[in-house]
């Protein structure tokens, strides 16, 4: 059988993708009327519904339960082809990256990678959203989640760990910090953030009275983490972000407990452009870096 219309394919996929009509509709810039013409086109070529129609939504069939994945990865084949031609016109490499990463870890280091790779330029895009591959433009991304994300590559770069710290005149304002204890005379930068309760939790404290206006929130940790080298409180932070600090003694890390996220932070790539020559070069100098690194 020849192969349907390209056009009614691509409604196909990003309706199956979305799960909803009025959602591809919006992606492709077209009327609702128009992708469900489409899809009725693709139905009649293939001799089989793909969609059952819901009230409220649409559900894939069988058949396009089937179809659904092979029409993804196909066009996924083919944006990589048409970036990898790009590649040599532009040499541009663009990492979504999540704040307190960039800040902290890959900013400093990034003058190593174009080193490296001087045909490379480096750009940015900084934000807490998870990056749709399909829909922004982003050659790789750093994640911070419990899993790993179908249709992506993912290399698990770190543990998200935490333990509290402070400056070191913090510290000595009541004579040092000795026992877990004397961290609650001091300001507590975030006292809502439950990996206090579990950090406690582990030294034997349940329920400790947190010094702190509860509705203070700092968001990313590379801010917290400001804070604290200012003087501002105690936070409690991941020891693999702050290496520096900690070793030309800016910041105190008082206890060697430390608590276990269920979150890690992963470097992810679509799987059909695992073999873009500038992915592959991120991804090795990002692994080998860590290879390196002290966590």
């Known amino acids: 059988m020849n192969l349907p219309p390209l056009a009614a394919i ?60 092979a029409t993804t990865e196909a066009f996924e084949i083919l944006r990589a082809a048409f970036a990898t031609t790009r590649e040599s016109a532009d040499g541009i490499l663009t990492i979504a990256t999540i704040p307190t990463f960039a800040a902290t870890w ?51 770069l770190f543990q998200a760990n935490f333990t509290p710290m402070l400056s070191p005149a913090l510290a000595a304002s009541i004579g040092g910090v000795k026992t877990p204890a004397d961290l609650l005379k001091l300001p507590i930068l975030d006292p809502s953030d439950p990996w206090w309760n579990i950090w406690f939790s582990l030294v ?4 400790p009275a947190l010094r702190g206006d509860l509705r203070n929130r700092l968001g990313d940790q590379h801010l917290e983490g400001r804070a604290v080298l200012a003087g501002q409180g105690v936070g409690i932070l991941t020891p693999f972000f702050f290496q520096p600090e900690l070793q030309q003694g800016q910041l105190i890390q008082p206890f060697d407990i430390v608590g276990s996220s269920e979150h890690a932070y992963w470097l992810v790539y679509p799987e059909a452009r695992r073999n873009v020559p500038k992915i592959r070069a991120f991804r090795d100098w990002m692994l080998g870096q860590l290879g390196e690194a002290t966590v």
């Open 10 to 69: 691509r409604v196909f996929e990003a309706a199956a993708r979305h799960g909803n009509f009025t959602k591809a509709a919006e992606e492709l810039g077209m009327t609702q009327a128009a992708v469900s013409y489409q899809i009725k086109l693709l139905e009649e070529r293939v001799g089989s519904p793909l969609f059952l129609r819901l009230p409220r939504q649409v559900v894939l069939t069988e058949i396009g339960a089937r179809l659904a994945p």
């Open 106 to 156: 890959l900013v400093p280091r990034l003058g190593s990678f174009q080193m490296e790779n001087p045909a490379l330029a480096v750009r940015l895009k900084s934000g807490r959203e998870m990056t749709d591959f399909v829909r922004q433009e982003a050659d790789v991304g750093i994640r911070s989640g419990t899993k790993e994300w179908a249709g992506l590559v993912c290399h698990k």
């Open 204 to 207: 034997g404290i349940e329920k």
